[in-house]
């Protein structure tokens, strides 16, 4: 099996096709096969990677807790490119890995050619951001303490899953078999390192205000959580567009992988051609009817 050794921990990877690389990486719920709908789709056209995150096997399960954060997780993305000797790429990122995605074109700009972010913004919130660092750290711990089955079975029928499940009743069943055959171990240090630990969206602002990386934002409409952060990463981010998919959940990679395919085609070929531009500043104005002033 094919690894890339990165800090503290072997990342397993695949990888098909041929031209410019494509980066994809997971969401917490699920592991490398969440991306084989754009796996068989981009790589009639792109060199295509993904790779299952530290504590996922076949990838390694650190046992020191401190192997388990978000900065570590855009790192971990950094390390796969280094190890299949890739300079620049697109990276496109699902929930967790949305935000190790985000994370990374802060962090390694000059390695990102564009970033598709999806699903990105749980835990954001300030408000009622302490009251979901103590949920996650309490699931994390469960998730250990009493095993995939028990924790994961209601986890995974979630209020921003139930979409796919009614819609693909069968994709439905393969993710959830998937995450329930995960390590209760890696699954919960994951979730206490990563999750619990990582700095609110609204903390990174002057990062993002600078973020001038091709990105496309991608959320489903019935993804509660997410709808205000995306709103929040459309008007901070000046590189950055916004798709929402109407009556649509979480991991709309797999609840919608046509429409998702479709945009993420068309955001990569008009950053290939260099027409993805930055926003012009006289479309952020006070008024409805009167243009901002040209600042550019």
């Known amino acids: 099996m094919p690894h890339i050794q990165a800090e503290g921990a072997k990342l397993y990877y695949e990888e098909v096709g041929i031209g410019d690389p494509i980066i994809f990486v997971h969401e917490f719920a699920d592991d490398l096969r969440s991306w084989e709908p754009q796996m068989r789709f ?3 056209r792109y060199r295509c990677i993904s790779y299952n995150a530290r504590g996922y096997p076949p990838s390694d399960i650190p046992s020191d807790p401190a192997l388990y954060s978000q900065d570590l997780a855009a790192d971990d993305i950094a390390a796969v490119m280094r190890g299949l000797d890739i300079e620049k790429a697109h990276v496109v990122g699902c929930s967790m890995g949305a935000f190790a995605t985000l994370h990374f074109g802060l962090r390694y700009a000059q390695m990102a050619r564009s970033l598709v972010v999806l699903g990105c913004g749980y835990g954001a919130k300030k408000d009622s951001r302490d009251g979901f660092n103590e949920e996650v750290a309490a699931l994390a711990q469960s998730f250990r303490d009493k095993g995939m089955i028990e924790v994961g079975t209601p986890y995974s029928l979630g209020p921003t899953r139930v979409q796919f499940q009614n819609k693909d009743p069968r994709g439905f069943a393969d993710f959830q078999e998937r995450f329930l055959g995960h390590s209760s171990e890696g699954t919960g240090l994951t979730m206490a390192g ?8 609204y903390d990174l602002e002057d990062g993002l205000r600078k973020l001038v990386v091709p990105t496309l934002l991608v959320i489903g409409d019935e993804e509660e959580p997410c709808l205000e952060a995306n709103l929040y990463l459309k008007r901070t981010i000046q590189s950055s567009g916004l798709v ?3 009556r649509t959940g979480h991991a709309a990679n797999l609840e919608e992988p046509a429409a998702f395919n479709q945009a993420v085609a068309e955001f990569i070929a008009t950053v290939e051609q260099d027409r993805w531009t930055l926003r012009d500043p006289r479309s952020v104005s006070d008024s409805a009817l009167v243009a901002g002033p040209d600042k550019a």
């Open 194 to 201: 990563v999750q619990a630990k990582r700095p609110s969206l």
């Open 42 to 44: 981009f790589s009639r």
């Open 244 to 246: 929402i998919l109407p």
